[in-house]
């Protein structure tokens, strides 16, 4: 059978990767891709925005099943589009996108239905905004209410800070706003939170509108420095298991998170089919409050998780879309996943396109080069996007598969490379 990976990323080039597995696929083609999936899938050559396009293509390719990388395409609609013209399609519906699309919808959504997450107020007046950052007091997190790509959320420690981020936030021509800022429909609105203390952790899972499935726990490095330092970025690295989720932690966030986001979405009438991404803040007592909804897989945790997943991933995504996965247990490899990140030179502001790769290695069982920022010229790899390649080892402890990744990112260069040197090391003084 015939499978359409949408998206061209790290995500994207780790489930092509793992798809590709299946015995029961015979070809799995990505769009847009990149330089490593070329090797490993065929490219299609669309965008990802134009939905229309993307599901003539399917249409016309007899494709079995398409599965929805990014959160661009989902909040447009894209399978929607697809399952009015009887394809089959993992992904939320536009309308379930809106947990990820729209932080107000999100924010309003776990209130009513009692789901931890941070007190809130929701502002489309400057004045009232900037009245209650006073009122509140530092710290304290301002967001936009739409997708800005991890940029649009500012963690003030101090009240300069947070008025400014209102500013940036609420101005009426987004050319003007230096975080970059998509703004929704009816305009800019701000969502300003209580600052949560803790420790993250991505928390996945699979979802066919009613039953639900786990992926493995991981954890995400947001900041571009060592020792989490530097401005945030989509993310420099990450590594599967995380162990501040502990047995009971994962009962609690079952219980009192995913269980209730799933059930609440069907009760609303939009039940929430694929990928549901909770980014966790967990406390020290091991309670979990929910700082955000995503409704797909992360990237960098896609990378280490489909590099511990055991299971063949094409039988899941059938169960998935048929409403099935109360029949699917999960199979993971026991060892520890650690993906880093090779970024390009000025990445997160202005990377640099055009660097030629070298020493890229061949995939072995224990280590794999998920391409993101990539593409391929005349037998060439170049840097073409901010996140350039994961490096991605599996090790019996992490500190293992740290060492790996490590050694093999070690022979790989391009100009004004950008890595972390200490992903994993909340896991290591675990
Ligand atoms: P978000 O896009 O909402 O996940 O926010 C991006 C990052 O900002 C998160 O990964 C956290 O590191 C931080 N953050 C967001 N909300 C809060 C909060 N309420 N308290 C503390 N940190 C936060
Ligand atoms: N790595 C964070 C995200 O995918 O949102």
């Given at each position: ?24 696929v015979?070809?799995?083609?990505v ?15 669309l965008?990802?925005?134009?939905i229309?396009?993307?599901?003539a293509?399917?249409l ?13 395409p989902?909040?447009?609609?894209v399978?929607?589009?697809?399952r ?6 993992f ?6 996108a809106?947990?990820?699309?729209s932080?107000?919808f ?6 009513r239905?009692g ?13 009232a905004?900037h009245?209650?950052v006073d009122?509140r007091?530092?710290p ?5 209410d ?7 959320v500012v ?19 987004p050319?003007?706003?230096?975080l970059?800022?998509q703004h929704?429909?009816?305009?800019a ?6 600052f ?11 979802c066919?509108g ?6 493995a726990?991981?954890q995400?490095?947001k ?5 989490d ?5 989509g993310?420099?690295g990450?590594?599967s ?8 932690v994962?009962?609690?966030v ?22 549901l991404?909770?980014g ?6 091991g ?6 909804f ?6 960098p ?17 059938m169960a998935a879309?048929?409403g099935?996965l109360?029949r ?5 490899d026991?060892?520890t ?11 997160p502001?202005?990377?640099r396109?055009g ?5 890229l290695?061949v995939?072995s069982?224990?280590a ?7 593409l391929r010229r005349?037998?060439?790899?170049l840097t073409a996007?901010?996140?350039v ?9 992490v500190?293992?598969?740290q060492?790996?990744?490590y050694?093999?990112?070690?022979g790989i ?14 896991a290591?003084r675990?």
């Amino acid at each position: 059978m015939k499978v359409l990976v949408i998206g061209g990323g790290g995500r994207e080039h780790a489930l092509a990767w793992k798809l590709a597995q299946s015995p029961k696929v015979q070809s799995v083609h990505v769009a847009p891709g990149n330089g490593g999936t070329e090797l490993d899938a065929h490219l299609q050559n669309l965008a990802l925005t134009d939905i229309k396009a993307l599901r003539a293509w399917a249409l016309d390719n007899k494709i079995a099943l398409t599965v929805v990388g990014p959160e661009g395409p989902l909040a447009a609609g894209v399978v929607d589009e697809f399952r009015a013209h009887g394809l089959r399609v993992f992904g939320p519906t536009q309308a379930a996108a809106q947990l990820e699309s729209s932080k107000a919808f999100s924010k309003a959504f776990m209130k009513r239905h009692g789901i931890p997450t941070a007190d809130y107020e929701t502002f489309t007046e400057a004045a009232a905004a900037h009245a209650y950052v006073d009122a509140r007091g530092v710290p304290i997190v301002v967001k936009a209410d739409g997708l800005a790509a991890g940029k649009g959320v500012v963690v003030a420690s101090t009240l300069k800070e947070a008025h400014e981020a209102v500013d940036f936030m609420l101005a009426p021509d987004p050319q003007f706003n230096p975080l970059g800022v998509q703004h929704n429909e009816g305009g800019a609105r701000v969502v300003i939170e209580e600052f949560l203390p803790g420790e993250e952790a991505s928390f996945i899972v699979m979802c066919d509108g009613r039953n639900v499935v786990a992926l493995a726990t991981s954890q995400d490095h947001k900041r571009l420095l060592d020792g989490d330092q530097g401005p945030n970025t989509g993310g420099m690295g990450a590594y599967s298991p995380a162990p501040v989720v502990t047995p009971e932690v994962h009962g609690r966030v079952m219980r009192e998170i995913i269980l209730p986001t799933i059930r609440g979405m069907e009760k609303d009438g939009i039940p929430f089919t694929g990928f549901l991404y909770a980014g966790l803040m967990i406390d020290a007592a091991g309670h979990a409050k929910t700082l955000e909804f995503n409704c797909r897989m992360g990237d960098p945790e896609t990378q280490p998780i489909m590099m511990r997943l055991k299971s063949d991933l094409f039988d899941v995504m059938m169960a998935a879309t048929s409403g099935a996965l109360d029949r699917v247990e999960l199979v993971w490899d026991r060892r520890t996943a650690l993906g880093v990140v090779m970024a390009a030179h000025g990445y997160p502001l202005q990377p640099r396109k055009g660097d030629a790769i070298e020493g890229l290695p061949v995939a072995s069982e224990d280590a794999v080069v998920f391409h993101a920022g990539t593409l391929r010229r005349e037998g060439v790899t170049l840097t073409a996007g901010g996140r350039v390649l994961c490096v991605t080892a599996l090790g019996d402890t992490v500190r293992l598969a740290q060492q790996r990744a490590y050694e093999v990112a070690a022979g790989i260069r391009f100009d004004g490379a950008q890595m972390r040197h200490d992903i994993g090391h909340r896991a290591l003084r675990a």
